[in-house]
């Protein structure tokens, strides 16, 4: 056996390893899970406008229809 075996056999990392892979796992899933919420309030945000603008236009033209000449 030499050394290099040594070196292959020993799979153990120590805790910090471990905690490190740990908090940036979580880190990268949080940063995703915000940037999903973000997209998705935006998305609401648009829709609710449109359907704000439509009744805006709506009304114009009900004011316009039933309005004074």
Sequence with gaps: ??????????????PLV???LLLGLA????SIVI????QATGWAQD???GL???LQDSWS????????P
């Design 18 to 20: 471990e905690e490190s």
């Design 52 to 54: 704000l603008q439509l």
């Design 61 to 68: 033209s009900l004011t316009q229809l039933f309005g004074a």
């Design 35 to 38: 940037a999903v919420i973000l």
């Design 47 to 49: 829709v609710v406008e």
């Design 27 to 30: 880190v990268v899933t949080v």
């Design 1 to 14: 056996m030499t050394e290099d075996d040594g070196l292959i056999r020993n799979e153990k990392g120590g």
